[in-house]
């Protein structure tokens, strides 16, 4: 039986899209859903508490956004261009993948230029090869270390908020858009069920006795790309760069083990692990690319629990938490988020799958 993608469409209504996060990280609204007794519950994110307990394993993805968009002007002409740093393909020859808009006036050859705040050309770019439609492979000219050049990056970007985040960024932006124990830097896009956990919250778990493991997934576009195949098996997603450690490893399984719970922070998380389970369904140590699609029907391995936020209709993230919660059940929660007002996609509230 193919899984097919109008399974996991709905209404939302524009007004439940979160333009900002609420006052206090650990304020949001919790939705906890029963896979067992299919019981949806209503509560705040620090509620979280309760459903863990001594010895139980909370795995964050520890990744940092950085600042990905950068505002440049093409040679000769001046059009301002906006670039979104992809990713970076090689560190010796400052290679990048990136997003240009708009794109039918950059070409192969063609010269970026990047101003600080006085309007000194800092940093120039060459477009080396067209990717997509909108992609590029640019080359950045520039003599110093990789750290020197990385601080005049993270000196012009912007905090790449999404798309559907109408406004442009903002000061509170620098620090919410990013999660509190945010250490590795790389990814283009926060990993948003994170951005819910404060440092009294995380205190908190910690005085109770629940162990904190670490992954790193670095979040590409490649995420939240639409899926345009009805038949899920044929959609392809974008690889990603995880590292699962040992001591991340040793953890999982030791409380595994024992009986205790394991909960994935975030469908980024989720997909970490799931793309490391060795041939006895333990975690293993792994480091690598990733283009692992979750969709129904998936045997987890790992994880017994699940936070995540609430998805875009028929997103890769919205059919993951399906897969680990039930189409039927995920979707009927959906529903009641929307009927009760919940807020949706990044600066949105959170939902527990228990």
Known sequence: MRTKLSR?????????????????????RLMVVDRATGKIEHKIFKD????????????????KV????????????????????????????????VLVDPAR?????NKLYFTDD?????LVAEVVDNTTSRGRTIRFFFEGSDDEFKSILK???NTPLPKYIDREPESIDFERYQTIYAKKLGAVAAPTAGLHFSKALMKRLEIKGVDFAEVTLHIGLGTFRSIDVED?????MDAEYFEIDETCAAKVNKAKAAGKKVCAVG??????????????????????????FIYPPHEFSIADMMLTNFHLPKSSLVIMASAFGGIELIMEAYQEAIKEKYNFYSYGDAMLII
């Open 8 to 28: 996991f469409g709905f209404e939302l209504p524009q007004e439940l899209i979160a333009q900002y996060p609420s006052k206090e990280r650990d304020g949001a």
């Open 48 to 63: 979280i508490i309760d459903y863990v307990n001594e010895d139980d394993v909370m795995i964050f993805n520890n990744t």
């Open 66 to 97: 950085f600042p990905a968009r950068l505002f440049g002007t093409k040679e000769k002409t001046g059009a301002k261009i906006e670039v979104f740093l992809l990713r970076e393909l090689n560190v010796e020859s400052r290679l990048w993948d």
């Open 105 to 109: 006036k950059i070409r192969v050859g």
């Open 118 to 122: 006085s309007g000194e050309d800092v």
């Open 155 to 157: 000196s012009l970007g």
């Open 232 to 236: 899920l098996s044929k959609h392809k």
């Open 267 to 292: 469908t980024t998380s989720m997909r970490s692990i799931e793309s490391a389970v060795s041939a006895t369904n333990n975690l293993k140590s792994a480091s690598g690319w990733t283009n692992l």
